[in-house]
């Protein structure tokens, strides 16, 4: 897609009765574009907020993170570690 030219979403949202309508969460800090040096661990923070507690997980191509690679370490917090 050209730079500039006007992008589209569609989103579907299916009712039922006696479903949670809450809002979802609203994450207020994520992971941004960073510059390191060779050898040193990257820190990718996520902090979410929401009713219930909103549950974080990384994925790479829609394939979650954890147990792939012991390098990668997602902390309570939520933040991902990669580590060297």
């Known amino acids: 897609m050209?730079?500039?030219?006007?992008?589209?979403?569609?989103?579907?949202?299916v009712c039922a009765e006696g479903v949670d309508l809450r809002p979802p969460p609203i994450i207020y800090q994520g992971a941004q574009?960073?510059?390191?040096p060779v050898g040193s661990s990257a820190?990718?923070?996520?902090l979410a907020s929401g009713e219930p507690a909103p549950v974080i997980f990384w994925l790479k191509d829609a394939t979650?993170?954890?147990?792939r690679d012991d390098?990668?370490?997602?902390?309570?917090?939520g933040a991902l570690e990669i580590s060297r």
């Not at 979650?64 to 147990?67: A, F, I, R």
């Not at 390098?71 to 917090?77: G, Q």
Request: a positive charge; one cysteine or more.
């Open 64 to 67: 979650p993170l954890t147990g």
């Open 33 to 36: 574009n960073q510059t390191l």
């Open 71 to 77: 390098r990668l370490v997602v902390l309570n917090s």
């Open 43 to 46: 820190l990718l923070p996520c």
């Open 2 to 13: 050209p730079y500039g030219e006007p992008t589209r979403a569609l989103c579907v949202c």
